[in-house]
């Protein structure tokens, strides 16, 4: 409730009532693997999106059916036959390293490992067409054949100085979506000779396995600025886009994980740059990259300092309805965007929707929908996670809570939904205001009402504002 984030990406999501019936599932992930172990035969994990509701919106004379081509018979057969299947939800705890290690982002996802836990295929998305799924069956078993990971990691470790198997590791990687290669390419670049780095395909090569910004790969790439120039010339926006986001996201990450101060600089200061023809959008991604490497070793005077700057000038120096203006124009731009770029026609537009509403009995049954953008508001997000970020490191400084008070009024202002007026209770009674805590948790309360959402945690919290034991 408390970190309400804005999730604008688009999933495909199937209904999974029936699929139990169909396919032979294990009843866990570790019986699954000892079932692969045994069997040997590879594991398919199928991940679903928990708590499928129907689109809002909908006229209630329109039917949707989440039917999916993975219930054909032909299709759960082939599975059946070549793998053990463990079918779950993306909640599922016992998953989360391999979502992680695959990189999963999209649902319904298919991840394919060997027994030994190595993931060698993935896909993902719900189809009509049983010809998805028997492509995706036949696509996994031939990868199921190729050298795993693992192999690959063996005879790296062997041998680091041969360039042939560290690069077939590191495109064996690339292929299942691991776009963090920042240290095998370390490695891979060390072993080249410095003629080597006057090869385009060789720089690219490099970069686009997401260097280290302050490494020895990326400083080797840039020895050749002709190279450079071409390269972010003509290769196309997309790539230039996944580069750069590999690079932050590897040096960022690493910082963190080693508490690396200066390598967290050099992640941000390159953010930075990539925003050339827009300086403020580029200090904004800079900050943004600090408060998270600061939130994430829990550096916590660094932390308020830098997100007190943060926030009042990127966040509170624009008037609300400025605010509400900008970001309709922004939801609509991404609406028409994803409308345009989707490749499946079994999607029903608003107007369409709006259209069969005047039909006295109308029925219409999709297969698939696609969920477009958020009804929450990005900067009330940002704002909303700031104040509650401040309380939630217990600071008792009141010139750092009143800022949290600050932002936190603002985003009720811009999006006045339960969540944000539960930030609000809580700050204000860190405060010291206890009787306006109880008045604006009891204002979430009743929101939530309206909405039809859970009460249950607001209601706990009022009562342990009003025994001052919160």
């Known amino acids: 409730m408390k970190n309400l984030i804005a999730l604008a990406c688009a999933l495909f999501v199937a209904c999974t009532s029936g699929l ?63 793998f053990i299947v463990y079918k779950t939800t993306m909640t599922d705890t016992s998953i989360r390293s391999i979502i992680r290690a695959a990189n999963v982002k999209s649902f319904p996802a298919f991840v394919f490992l060997h027994s030994n836990k190595d993931i060698f295929f993935k896909d993902f998305g719900n189809s009509t067409d049983q010809k998805k799924y028997i492509s995706m069956v036949n696509n996994a078993l031939l990868a199921a054949k190729e050298e795993s990971i693992s192999d690959l990691e063996t005879k790296y470790n062997a041998d680091k100085s041969n360039n042939v198997w560290l690069k ?16 095998l390419i370390e490695q891979y670049a060390n072993n080249l000779k410095i003629g080597d780095f006057n090869d385009y395909q060789n720089v690219l090569y490099i970069l686009e396995a997401g260097p280290y910004s302050d490494g020895s790969a990326y400083k080797l790439a840039y020895t050749n600025r002709k190279i450079i120039d071409s390269l972010y010339r003509t290769e196309l926006p ?11 996201s590897n040096t960022i990450a690493d910082a963190a994980k080693n508490k690396n101060t200066p390598r967290a600089l050099s992640a941000a200061n390159f953010a930075r740059n990539t925003w050339t023809k827009n300086y403020t959008q580029g200090e904004k ?53 994803h409308i ?99 008045k604006t948790q009891e204002m979430a309360i009743d929101k939530a009402k309206i909405e039809k959402t ?17």
């Open 340 to 438: 345009a770029s989707s490749p499946h026609k079994n999607t029903i537009s608003k107007q369409k929707l709006d259209s069969l509403q005047k039909i006295k009995g109308a029925k219409v049954i999709t297969q698939s929908f696609v969920s477009v953008g958020s009804p929450s508001n990005s900067y009330a997000n940002e704002l909303n996670n700031a104040a509650w970020k401040f309380y939630e490191i217990g600071t008792k400084n009141l010139n750092y809570l009143s800022k949290a008070m600050i932002w936190s009024r603002r985003s009720i202002e811009l999006n006045p939904i339960p969540g944000y007026y539960d930030t609000l209770a809580h700050i204000l009674y860190r405060l010291g205001y206890i009787e306006e805590a109880i």
């Open 238 to 248: 997309q790539k230039r886009s996944a580069i750069n986001n590999a690079i932050i």
């Open 168 to 183: 077939k590791l590191i495109d064996t990687r690339k292929k299942l979506g691991i776009t963090n290669n920042a240290q």
């Open 20 to 82: 139990a019936q169909e396919l032979k599932t294990s009843k866990s992930l570790k019986t699954a693997f000892e079932q692969s172990s045994l069997s040997k035969k590879p594991v398919l994990l199928i991940i679903n999106v928990s708590g499928i509701s129907r689109p809002a919106n909908l006229p209630s004379n329109v039917k949707v059916n989440f039917k999916s081509a993975l219930e054909e018979p032909e299709v759960t057969n082939r599975i059946n036959e070549n």
């Open 285 to 337: 991604v800079y900050y943004t990259q600090i408060l998270w490497y600061y939130s994430t070793v829990k550096d916590t005077t660094s932390y308020v300092r830098t997100a007190s700057y943060f926030y009042d000038n990127f966040y509170m120096n624009i008037s609300a309805d400025s605010i509400k203006k900008i970001e309709a124009k922004d939801r609509e731009a991404l609406t028409q965007k």
């Open 454 to 470: 859970a009460t249950a945690n607001l209601e706990s919290e009022l009562k342990k504002i009003k025994a001052k034991t919160l």
